[in-house]
């Protein structure tokens, strides 16, 4: 089995940051694209940003500039970098990646989620 466990999450005022990580473990044989995902209450879960493989990166409109991708393939881990945070950046955020485990096909895994509230 697949395991994605996020951290990072937590309360913090507009203007501040956090960073997040998610660190994938179990029976992995490659992971390919990752990703960075929130919902707020009331709306639909959509893409924060996202990274393949090689590094190459893509951003929902409303963070770039403010958030930051990256990976570590040797970790299994990916990274969110978040600045200049927004009240409407508060949702719960979600990781997920794409991985084939040995000896079977791949699929998308998703974590737990970690909660991210910006608020004076």
């Known amino acids: 089995q697949v395991q994605l466990v996020e951290s990072g999450g937590g309360l913090v005022q507009p203007g501040g940051s956090l960073d997040l990580s998610c660190a994938a473990s179990g029976n992995i044989f490659r992971i390919y694209n990752m990703g960075w995902y929130r919902q707020a209450p009331g709306k639909q879960r959509e893409l924060v940003a996202g990274?393949?493989?090689?590094?190459?990166?893509n951003y929902a409109d409303s963070v770039k500039g403010r958030f930051t991708i990256s990976r570590d393939n040797a970790k299994n881990t990916v990274y969110l970098k978040m600045n200049s945070l927004k009240p409407e950046d508060t949702a719960v955020y979600y990781c997920?990646?794409?991985?084939?485990?040995?000896?079977?096909?791949?699929?998308?895994?998703w974590g737990q989620g970690t909660q991210v509230t910006v608020s004076s």
């Open positions: 990274i393949t493989r090689g590094g190459s990166t």
């Open positions: 997920n990646g794409n991985i084939t485990v040995i000896g079977s096909s791949i699929r998308s895994y």
